[in-house]
């Protein structure tokens, strides 16, 4: 760990050369002892303890700022007089441009240093909070949305290297793991907390106190992180794909814009052409690639990992996971707030059986995963599988009569389902990719990760809007049952998909932890904390997980 000099130049306390008071040198003519180094801010004293408060209050912000806006939909398409389209795309455009944007995130860090690129993130975030609880209309809503999920794809592959510069030993495994408890409460609260402010109506602001209570928080996080998180040294240089950050984004836009706004418009003809031109909008971005790789620069997705089997079944496992539990909790909560007649308050209790035991099986999972490899993910999708058919027969059952709590089993066994399933999928996927190759592929999956949630949205959200169950259409509660039940078939179908392409991953040769990536570097916990961070997008750790796996590798 590298020394920095004391704050602000002065002498330490007790310096024999120090002046003396008025400004007289001290009598003494020896020679002064060497003067110890000055404290590390990133490594002592009561900073490092408010470094750490500054990055677990960003890891609220980003994942809470996903989870608040669910429940608003109602009330932001009420309020602001809006198609639907425009309010899936308020959710849709945050992550949208939060996926895009990871991995130059990550890589901008290292260029410019961790501490200049979280800052500025945060700068953007929390204007962009702003304007978006002040918007007096949807397009500045969603022009401020993009800017929040730029700013959040800044912040967020930060985070983790900030906090491992700036522990070590028993206080980095403490600090690990309360930066994975933060992922999980910032899930269930944040939805808690903005469907209480949401309902509380504080003000007749409807939504926008919902999005206005992150702003004190991201000013203090800026602040504080001003103050105490010291200047770091850019790791290198590396290349910069902008080129093919533009390209992705382009050709993303191109398949998901259409899926938000053609029911809304008959689907018109330029929504297909839009599907159309996707295509071809793919390929120069795959062309572009290649020739990044031929040419000995650094690409955004190295076209190399796509002729490796596990790294092309494990993106397709990862985006219909996120396609469906994404869609389950946007849509859940549009049910049972139009069509049980739920206020955000009640939808956001209703829905937090999903939150409680996800985190309660994520817990679970460093004991199974040693024990039973790839099987655990099997577990998970015959569980989300068994709790979206589960979730079918209750509301058919039920008919007129069906109430959130009738939900609650099913939504227990998908909440159980996310916890096996997300923290080892990318850990198994990694056993099957080349070493030098698993730091690119980590990333690359967790943007997969998170272009899922985007499509879930649109995709699912498409599925409600063609059977006429949309927020502000006259009798849209009636018709909310048979849109739930369409949208649960369509999740399972996509869950089995899903369960079938888990067979084509790699089945890990050795069973010791060391194999497995819940075990990376700090043991069980802090592994967890890692797995977590990397299935909500981070980005940062990818290097750091492809050289441990090649030493490692390379011992066994």
Request: glycine share 14%; charged share 10%.
């Amino acid at each position: 760990m590298t020394t920095r000099p004391a704050a602000g130049g002065r002498a330490a306390a007790g310096d024999p050369a120090a002046p003396a008071a008025g400004g007289r040198t001290a009598a003494v003519p020896a020679p002064a002892p060497p003067r110890p180094p000055a404290p590390d801010p990133y490594a002592t004293g009561r900073a490092r303890w408010l470094v750490l408060a500054v990055g677990l209050t960003c890891t609220f912000l980003v994942v809470g700022g996903v989870s608040i806006a669910n429940l608003a939909m109602p009330s932001l398409q009420r309020t602001l007089h809006v198609g639907f389209g425009a309010v899936q795309f308020v959710v849709a455009g945050y992550g949208l441009v939060y996926a895009v944007f990871l991995i130059t995130g990550g890589r901008l860090g290292d260029v410019l240093g961790r501490r200049r690129v979280l800052l500025a993130g945060l700068v953007l975030f929390t204007a962009a909070v702003l304007v978006s609880g002040l918007a007096p209309n949807a397009a500045v809503l969603i022009g401020a949305r993009l800017v929040q999920g730029f700013g959040a794809a800044l912040i967020y592959p930060q985070i983790l290297s900030v906090i491992q510069d700036t522990f070590e030993g028993a206080e980095r495994n403490f600090a690990l793991g309360l930066f994975g408890a933060t992922i999980g409460v910032a899930i269930v609260v944040g939805q808690l907390v903005g469907g209480a402010l949401i309902q509380l109506d504080i003000g007749g602001l409807a939504w926008r106190p919902a999005f206005l209570v992150l702003v004190p928080l991201g000013t203090a996080a800026l602040l504080t992180g001003r103050r105490v998180m010291a200047p770091d040294r850019p790791a290198g240089r590396p290349h910069i794909d902008l080129t093919g950050t533009g390209l992705l984004g382009g050709a993303l836009l191109l398949l998901v814009l259409p899926l938000l706004v053609g029911p809304g418009t008959g689907w018109a003809w330029w929504t297909w052409l839009m599907f159309a031109a996707a295509v071809p909008a793919f390929t120069v971005f795959v062309r572009h690639e290649r020739h990044l790789d031929r040419t000995g620069r650094t690409p955004l997705l190295r076209p190399s990992l796509f002729r490796q089997r596990a790294f092309g079944t494990g993106m397709a496992i990862g985006v219909l996971f996120f396609i469906t539990i994404v869609g389950l909790a946007v849509y859940t909560s549009l049910t049972f707030q139009v069509g049980l007649g739920l206020d955000p308050l009640q939808a956001g209790l209703a829905f937090a059986p999903v939150g409680v035991a996800f985190f309660a099986s994520s817990l679970l999972v460093p004991r199974l995963v040693p024990r039973l490899g790839r099987s655990v993910l099997v577990i998970g999708h015959v569980l989300l599988l068994g709790g979206l058919i589960a979730a079918w027969a209750v509301v058919q059952a039920a008919g007129e009569g069906l109430s959130a709590g009738g939900l609650a089993l099913p939504l227990l066994l998908v909440g159980t389902a996310q916890g096996l399933t997300m923290s080892p999928l990318i850990g198994v996927v990694l056993t099957g990719i080349r070493a030098d190759d698993k730091g690119s592929a980590s990333g690359a999956l967790t943007t997969a990760f998170q272009v899922g949630q985007a499509l879930g949205v649109a995709g699912i959200g498409t599925v409600f809007s063609v059977l006429g169950a949309r927020p502000g259409v006259a009798g849209a509660s009636s018709r909310y049952q048979v849109a739930f039940q369409s949208a649960l078939l369509v999740m399972a179908a996509l869950t089995l998909v899903s369960f079938v392409l888990v067979f084509r991953l790699p089945t890990p040769h050795d069973s010791r932890p060391h194999h497995h990536f819940l075990w990376v570097r700090h043991g069980r916990r802090t592994g967890l904390a890692h797995a977590l961070y990397l299935l909500t997008g981070g980005h940062a750790v990818g290097r750091r997980l492809g050289h441990w796996f090649h030493h490692h590798e390379g011992k066994h």
